[in-house]
């Protein structure tokens, strides 16, 4: 195969064919070089000779400016999204049918629009006049938030071309549909094209665009995942059908910290921000109960205080059930391994339940401690002092391992009138009973001390 040669004049940037000794276009003589192709490969496939522009280089050493960002006004939604909205940024925003996400974005988009930007609501999946009965009941009809209806994806770029708005929530992506993809909407192909289409449209035209995503029965975002690395900001709204609590939690930021939470509760006037969501959490926890204990945990970084609670009771033959809501079931299995192999706490014929309260879910490995705690406490009928909050993490060797901002959980459980901590054994701080931020302060160094400090239990009293 002959090889793909290019001829360039080193002059102009004329091409030609082949060499020869003046260039026809500008007319110098012997600027004609022999340019290899950029690609080598299948001839439908691979980029060629074809050359294009030279992009702009700079080093690490620049200091760029800081992207200007436009508050809402919501201090829980300005929190999740790093400071507020970036200007040309993509935001992806999934959650369980129902949960009240067009309900947030519509709120969101009033608050905004009345701060100065130029909103647009375009919905896929209800017609004008279900937004504007949702307006109504909101009282958000007198914000300046223009509204349609459409699914044509070539018509709405065409829309926002012209309208040049600061901001565009489109709800939601699934819905959306290209006239150059032949495939239904909602399918892997529209929805990576229409994503696609509408995040490079958002960075070239200086638009923040925000698209709602369906999730899956796994609780994770429909469509391709390629989805997620295009946007700039993935956040998932949680939260339980039968609790009026929701959680809004950034998984992915490119302008601030994930795992970053914001909470609202659900009210016959739309969502309300929760300012102290650990005092909303355990507003319900007045007297000590069995299997009930308070795990102080950090979201994001804010720390949260809230209420994990155990049931152990005799099971079927043959039937065990272990259920979990709110925290990782693999973890719970380790647990209890631990229990049982090092601490000799068995719980075999037993039903474990385990839950935390408020329709939160947590993820950090901290809860390890507590969680144990409220085992032990609910398979031995045994209170916890109601005003101690329990934080560290477990290992294999049941050691208790410390856990990241120690200080912070302290702080915040010691602001909610707690008088005492159960916590892992600090570096460089001598174990026993101390006083911090106004707490008795209890440090453990492995999982059988804790078991027989708190519990009392000997290990020939733990079968």
Same mark, same amino acid.
């Given at each position: 195969?002959?090889?793909?040669?290019?001829?360039?004049c080193?002059?102009?940037?004329?091409?030609?064919?082949?060499?020869?000794?003046?260039?026809?276009?500008?007319?110098?003589?012997?600027?004609?070089?022999?340019?290899?192709?950029?690609? !080598? &490969?299948?001839?439908?496939? @691979?980029?060629g000779?074809?050359?294009?522009?030279?992009?702009? +280089? %700079? $080093?690490?050493?620049? *200091?760029?400016?800081?992207?200007?960002?436009?508050?809402?006004?919501?201090?829980e939604?300005?929190r999740?999204?790093?400071?507020?909205?970036?200007?040309?940024?993509?935001?992806?925003?999934?959650?369980?049918?129902?949960?009240?996400?067009?309900?947030l974005?519509l709120q969101a988009?009033?608050?905004f629009?009345?701060?100065g930007?130029?909103?647009i609501?375009? !919905? &896929?999946?209800?017609?004008? @006049?279900?937004?504007?009965?949702r307006?109504?009941?909101?009282? +958000? %009809? $007198?914000?300046?938030? *223009?509204?349609a209806?459409?699914?044509?994806?070539?018509?709405?770029?065409?829309?926002?071309?012209?309208?040049?708005?600061?901001l565009?929530?489109i709800?939601?992506?699934?819905?959306?549909?290209?006239?150059?993809?032949?495939?239904a909407?909602?399918?892997?192909?529209?929805v990576?094209?229409?994503?696609?289409?509408l995040?490079?449209?958002?960075?070239t035209?200086?638009?923040?665009?925000?698209?709602?995503?369906?999730?899956?029965?796994?609780?994770?975002?429909?469509?391709?995942?390629?989805?997620?690395?295009m946007v700039?900001?993935v956040?998932?709204?949680?939260?339980?059908?039968?609790?009026?609590?929701?959680?809004?939690?950034?998984?992915?930021?490119?302008?601030?910290?994930?795992?970053?939470?914001?909470?609202?509760?659900?009210?016959g006037?739309?969502?309300?921000?929760?300012?102290?969501?650990?005092?909303?959490?355990?507003?319900?926890?007045?007297?000590?109960?069995?299997g009930?204990?308070?795990?102080?945990?950090?979201?994001?970084?804010?720390?949260?205080l809230?209420?994990?609670?155990?049931?152990?009771?005799?099971?079927?033959?043959?039937?065990?059930?272990?259920?979990?809501?709110?925290?990782?079931?693999?973890?719970?299995?380790?647990?209890?391994?631990?229990?049982?192999?090092?601490?000799?706490?068995?719980?075999a014929?037993?039903?474990?339940?385990?839950?935390?309260a408020?329709?939160?879910?947590?993820?950090?490995?901290?809860?390890?401690?507590?969680?144990?705690?409220?085992?032990?406490?609910?398979?031995?009928?045994a209170?916890?002092?109601?005003?101690?909050?329990?934080?560290?993490?477990?290992s294999?060797?049941?050691?208790?391992?410390?856990?990241?901002?120690?200080?912070?959980?302290?702080?915040?459980?010691?602001?909610?009138?707690?008088?005492?901590?159960?916590?892992?054994?600090?570096?460089?701080?001598?174990a026993?009973?101390?006083?911090?931020?106004g707490?008795?302060?209890?440090?453990?160094?492995?999982?059988?001390?804790?078991?027989?400090?708190?519990?009392?239990?000997?290990?020939?009293?733990?079968?």
């Open positions: 195969m002959a090889k793909d040669l290019n001829y360039v080193t002059e102009c940037g004329a091409t030609h064919s082949k060499w020869s000794g003046r260039c026809d276009a500008c007319g110098a003589w012997n600027t004609i070089q022999e340019e290899a192709p950029l690609t !080598t &490969g299948p001839g439908a496939k @691979a980029i000779a074809h050359r294009g522009r030279k992009v702009t +280089l %700079t $080093d690490l050493a620049s *200091t760029p400016e800081a992207p200007p960002r436009t508050m809402s006004g919501v201090a939604l300005d999740v999204l790093g400071g507020g909205l970036v200007a040309a940024s993509a935001l992806l925003v999934g959650g369980d049918p129902g949960i009240g996400k067009s309900t974005l988009a009033a608050r629009g009345r701060n930007l130029k909103v609501y375009v !919905t &896929g999946e209800e017609s004008a @006049a279900q937004v504007q009965m307006a109504q009941r909101l009282g +958000l %009809t $007198d914000s300046p938030v *223009t509204l209806a459409e699914t044509n994806l070539r018509d709405i770029l065409t829309t926002l071309d012209v309208e040049r708005p600061d565009v929530i709800d939601s992506i699934q819905t959306m549909w290209s006239d150059k993809v032949e495939a909407p909602g399918s892997v192909s529209q990576r094209t229409a994503a696609h289409e995040t490079t449209f958002a960075k035209r200086n638009i923040a665009v925000i698209m709602v995503g369906h999730v899956t029965k796994e609780g994770t975002l429909a469509g391709p995942r390629v989805v997620e690395h700039d900001c956040l998932y709204f949680e939260g339980e059908r039968g609790h009026q609590f929701r959680i809004l939690r950034a998984h992915k930021n490119r302008f601030g910290p994930a795992d970053e939470i914001g909470v609202f509760e659900m009210t006037k739309g969502l309300a921000e929760v300012k102290n969501p650990s005092a909303l959490f355990l507003s319900e926890r007045d007297t000590a109960t069995p009930s204990v308070v795990f102080a945990g950090i979201e994001g970084t804010r720390p949260i809230c209420e994990i609670q155990a049931l152990v009771s005799p099971a079927q033959p043959g039937q065990t059930r272990r259920s979990v809501v709110g925290w990782d079931g693999g973890r719970l299995a380790m647990i209890l391994a631990v229990l049982e192999s090092r601490c000799c706490v068995s719980f014929g037993l039903d474990v339940y385990l839950n935390v408020g329709g939160l879910r947590i993820g950090e490995p901290a809860a390890d401690l507590a969680v144990a705690a409220a085992l032990i406490s609910a398979r031995e009928d209170a916890l002092p109601v005003d101690c909050a329990i934080f560290g993490e477990i294999l060797s049941g050691a208790v391992r410390p856990v990241a901002q120690t200080e912070n959980r302290l702080k915040e459980a010691a602001k909610l009138g707690f008088t005492q901590a159960i916590l892992p054994q600090r570096p460089k701080r001598r026993g009973t101390e006083t911090a931020a707490l008795d302060l209890r440090e453990m160094r492995d999982l059988p001390g804790f078991v027989d400090t708190v519990f009392g239990l000997a290990p020939g009293e733990r079968e």
